[in-house]
């Protein structure tokens, strides 16, 4: 079973509107959590990075809130725009673990 | 250079062949992660190298694939006698040796990768 699970998995939004991604993780220990914005036919690039103490951060119109009790986290996009039409992939660190466990990512379409 | 650059950017093989790629990280990047990322599945974990060395190759599918590094810098993957399940796209990754990726300062730079097709 993955250790990090991703919903939706597809969605297609107006652009202008707001839409929220959630990730759920098994993770254990938990060290941190990051959102990754990957563009067809390029590699992923990070957008946020959260410790266990962090609740929410920011990173212009994405904004990852973190429940590090409930293992979940969400990315919010504000005010969608056509670039923002990517994949999200959220990924997990464990404690004293130098392995990352990669949700499959939710697919966001941004259309006129 | 100013990123991580990867070749061949495209690779179509027959089955049988080998396949090489190469990633050239971000200067002063001493760790370099290596993952296979297939339709509709999440990234998996290849190998990683710090400096030289790879201290966790656990990830490697079969002894069919192998990588090197040299110099501290470029590394190579090597698929020999290619399959078709080997086909998927192959990211490269750097970053500064912190604490290993337990830390939340040790950001990952990723390659835009290395698509195989195996006929």
């Known amino acids: 079973k993955n250790q990090v699970e991703q919903s939706p998995q597809s969605l297609i939004i107006l652009e202008g509107k707001n839409c929220t991604l959630q990730?759920?993780?098994?993770?254990?220990?938990?060290?941190?959590l990051r959102w990754y914005k990957q563009d067809t036919g390029r590699g992923p690039v990070s957008l946020t990075i959260?410790?266990?103490?962090?609740n929410t951060k920011s990173n212009g119109r994405y904004t990852a809130t973190l429940d590090a009790d409930t293992k979940q986290s969400s990315l919010h996009i504000t005010a969608s725009q056509l670039s923002d039409s990517a994949s999200y992939i959220c990924v997990v660190s464990g404690e004293g673990n130098n392995r990352l466990a990669f949700g499959k990512g939710n697919q966001v379409v941004v259309i006129p | 250079g100013a990123g991580v650059s990867q070749s061949p950017s495209n690779k179509v093989t027959e089955k049988g062949k080998d396949v090489e790629l190469r990633c050239d990280p971000i200067?002063?990047?001493?760790?370099l992660y290596w993952y296979r990322q297939s339709l509709g599945q999440g990234l998996e974990f290849l190998i990683y190298?710090?400096?030289?060395?790879?201290?966790?190759k656990s990830g490697l599918p079969s002894d069919r694939f192998s990588a090197e590094r040299t110099g501290g810098s470029v590394s190579t993957l090597t698929i020999q006698r290619t399959q078709q399940e080997d086909s998927a796209v192959y990211l490269c990754?750097?970053?500064?040796?912190?604490?290993?990726?337990?830390?939340?300062?040790?950001?990952?730079?990723f390659g835009a990768g290395s698509r195989l097709t195996v006929l």
């Open positions: 990754a750097s970053s500064l040796w912190s604490q290993g990726l337990s830390s939340g300062a040790n950001v990952l730079t």
């Open positions: 200067s002063g990047h001493t760790a």
């Open positions: 959260m410790t266990f103490s962090e």
């Open positions: 990730c759920n993780y098994t993770v254990s220990p938990f060290s941190n």
């Open positions: 190298f710090q400096g030289n060395s790879a201290p966790d």
